[in-house]
């Protein structure tokens, strides 16, 4: 088979070049754009006092994503589900798996009854905005935490027991490749999501096959390849974190 | 560790009892009440003519599926989403599920630009309402595409490439555990469907922590199983497809 | 006049064959499945404690119903009110009329402030579900009680003070029919529910031109078919009422 | 039984004062203020080229109805419809009553392919409100057809075959009485409502024991009242339709 | 320029005939008939126990309106909101316009934890709708306000500062023109609404131009012309308030 | 009086620091990213072909305008519109004010049947939201004209007439102050905002007195700041179009 070239020049298993800009909004705990290449995705995380209705009087917080997409933020312009009156079931679920991702390493019980409130804005997609959201989110969530320990407000001064991450890994043209564009995302065989931990334990794992089916084997040699971008993407938000926080509505 | 039975005494790797009723519905061309053990789910096929706009003109057929619980099916009553105004995320996630994985294995030019509409409707629920419900909902497609080469609307007479079916297993109380009753369900450690062809090759696989994560040796042993019941599902499958349709509305 | 036969051999005032099949699933306190011939409703009374916000200080208890249809139980396939997100005028009435008959039976405040909800959802359409719903749900109704007396939570063990039951009679071709199938509720010039006792008082009339006008004379003979339509049907509930109840989540 | 008067002076088979203002808007093909009592109900009846899609082709006209309450129009202010977001059961089901009951007296192919839009709105509630809309609404229609005939637009000059009136009746406190104001309604054991035509013939029944049940005597004896109110309402609507319209817009 | 005549004859500065009927409706505390020429608007103000929760414990009561037209109220009939299933953005728009204009002569204090709902239903529409529903509102607030007074609940026996009045004013073929019907509103190149006091301080100014922009100069001579108008609406208002509110639902 | 600085040392009559970062996305045809100070909206400007229904067949183009604020832009998380499932009386508001303000200045006749979606998304509030819009917006715009006429799809090579900005000022403290921030925003006496042209004749003035009501003369002073800012804002808005764009999707 003659070698095909990935279109943007990366090998099959590596990754689009990653970016944390921390503080992007000033009025959140933590707020972070994160990119993917060209998928930019805005990942705020907001304190609230209180919990929901059904989780009340249980002394625990609790933990919410909601993912959305700007009109503007795709090839061609798509509706405001606003405006349609309803939330799609594709953005239902990817809300859905975010609030599950994170709440998989937070400690509830440390936040007393108080709510973090993760939103994850699509401002650009080009393939992989879930994957992109929950890691980002992941970076605004340990800033919202930080705020909340120097606030006094957590129990246990670390509640979170280990990073997530997540990438996109699939099949396109009969090659197992890692973080797929759009271009790559659309004409692709199989479709795989998986979200980690640091330590390279699964939290979420999310296979399709688009049209064909897959082998046992392929899934493997996919995982393989996601868990080794996750755990780049986990030393990237190391490193992003380890700067200083800069600024925030109030605080020096 | 001392051996932990399960509540109804079955092997960690064995299914629970699984019946097909064909014909239960007089209107649809393929109905069939599907039951795995004590979760019941009617899926209906209904042929209609056309396709969704976005579609239209393209010579291409269309499959879609809705999934639904009553408000009975449930241990405590719940509410009706039509009542409610608005579909759930967790409803919406279902049914493009059960859609996703029955395309894979129809080939929809042989049915000229005709929709198939699958419905899952959950009649009790014990655990495993989705993959009853796609595993069901196959061999009501098949009837349905038998009732069209009947009515000789098939540009090819056998459109389906293969069986489809779906089981879910977890991590409960430490242990692999297939197609887990609601009792289990409620407690389980990690979370998997696993929807696959009667070849053994993948369509569809979701796995999720709840709570912790787990190790990817844990994601082979729970593979294995899953694979080991769709085998036995497409075995069931077959066996009641063997028998002829006992009837249907305005045909002998 | 030629005679003319009904199209399933009936006398104008026989009703279809009627059959109750209790205990049809598990989880809620009465569930029935009913058939009016092709006509099938499964009517499910569930007991939840509480009642709506305006009840609630008074001491009495509530009932209150929903009807629906499966979107396959209908000739052609309906769409789902759910997906359209909104509940339709005729599905409204419905389950306002239910409502209304069954709560002309019981006596609410020897419930306490609990609620009886009943679901009657259509699993096949064939004409008159909303009087078969109407039959099938005093049945189901009848079981939830007995479940409440066992249960010790009724002030007065009988909280029932008669039985009712519904049936659709109508002027077809000029002749009053009782029982109407789809094929000739879809071409009556006169349609009539009566909801009435097993002591032949009145509970609920709702009698409808289409198209043309009736005579007050039309009115009584249908009546007179009506009302010995449902002396019958009262002593089918009774009959099916006789036997045990066929086991219900957690009890014997 | 000691002599029970009526609140208002009223004997039982005594109509409340019956006015009919013609024209009270200009813009409608014909507009009319109802009142009964206190109850007004502002009926309009415009015309609009083209019908539903369903009946596009046919060469046949529609009738359609729409009933609403102003929320100022009862005793405790009511909320707003269109604010809470959707049409509640009783609104349904009185326009779909309003709609069918007109239909009854109208030849639809003389209209040709457009449709008559009638609207009830409610301006003051004080019971029996959706008898008067109908009545008004006979009145309006009346004058739209006029509009329609002195355009030239109908195939034939009277489409309208009868009068349509109704009025409700009830048992109140033992006795059977006629036209029921909001204070003797909101404690009747039963509820009746009739629509009629000038003729006596039957178009629609509808009676619904509250709480207790009724005999079919008691039914007897309140058709008979119903009849003899219908007739005077006919009469009165002839006497107001024998007056000129009193201008239209852009009508000398 | 050859002089152009308004096609009902007015001069520019001229309003057209203005009539108040209070006691319309015999339910609310106020409700006003408010005509100006064509345009009629029904203005009614209901007093209920109890303020939005956000406001709950200020003890402080609130004012809200709410606009809405009905569907005859207009040249073609338009579509119902309440069906539509959702209000629309201009009627929103009104609505909150309606309420912010009269919160700004109350002083809520004096009102006590209570709430003044302001309907303002439009049953004839022919410009002018918008300014027509504020002055009478003001009037229908007034009569509320007395009814509260005369009830001993207001702690302040004067909480209105002022009377509030409003008005259009518009550019129409170049000349600027007071109060417009739709038959100039739908053609003028400016279109202004002006709230004002009955002292001619201003409450609110909303100035569009329609496709064309406008000069500074034209905005004064618009202020003055409307600023004239609702000197004499204000002086109308204080006419018909100086009658006995014409008997009102169970007082004298 | 003593002198009283503004929070941000600003004069009376001062703008905020102003900045266009045009292409922020790849995207729309049009992307600036707005900023006011703390105030920053991403305003997008995307062709499609075609226009709505209403204005098919006109061979005009149509322009309309969509706002939105996330849910982490204000200093307390506000509720998603879309999860809420309507859109709010103050979005509708400002929608359609931008859409008013923009096509005020286009030749939509030049555009054939096309149309221009401006999204206007707020990422950070810090008071004059809609002003900051409707400025960044018309840059958006103009770079989505050059597109389309480097496209050679304008029928007149430059649809613009003139250039649209906006501003706050308000009556603060007594003192009329410019392009208010929250701080000042939320405790204004009057907030009036105005949309004018770069030759500084109006398009729109909305003017609005909170609790207490304002002169005629305050009205004029207003206006003396706002018309000043504007100037300032047109010239700002030349100088970022003056910079080549910095890339756009697809093109060099």
């Not at 688009?210 to 780049?232: C, N, P, Q, V, Y």
Request: proline residues 4%; hydrophobic residues 40%.
């Amino acid at each position: 088979m003659p070698l095909e070239t990935r279109a943007d020049g990366r090998a099959d298993d590596e990754l689009r070049p990653v970016r944390f800009t921390r503080g992007f909004q000033a009025h959140p705990a933590g707020s972070v754009l994160v990119e993917f290449g060209g998928t930019k995705v805005l990942c705020a995380a907001s304190v609230t006092t209180g919990v929901p209705r059904w989780r009340k009087g249980s002394g625990l917080g609790w933990l919410t994503a909601e993912y959305a997409m700007l009109p503007s933020a795709t090839h061609e312009r798509s509706d405001r589900e606003s405006v349609k009156g309803r939330v799609g079931g594709r953005t239902h679920e990817i809300s859905r798996l975010i609030g599950r991702s994170l709440r998989s390493c937070v400690d509830l019980a440390a936040l007393g009854e108080n709510t973090i409130a993760v939103d994850c804005d699509v401002l650009q997609a080009d393939g992989g905005t879930r994957t992109a959201a929950i890691t980002g989110a992941y970076v605004a969530l340990s800033d919202a935490v930080s705020w909340l320990r120097a606030a006094g407000a957590l129990s246990d001064p670390q509640p979170l027991s280990c990073q997530i991450a997540a990438v996109s890994v699939g099949v396109v043209g009969g090659r197992v490749r890692l973080d797929l564009p759009y271009e790559e995302d659309s004409r692709a065989e199989v479709d795989m999501n998986v979200v980690a931990t640091d330590g390279g334990t699964l939290v979420e794992i999310q296979g399709t096959a688009e049209g064909a089916t897959f082998a046992r084997s392929t899934l493997d040699t996919m995982l393989d390849s996601a868990l080794a971008g996750i755990a780049e993407l986990a030393r990237l938000q190391r490193e992003a974190l380890a700067q200083p926080y800069p600024g925030r509505d109030g605080t020096a």
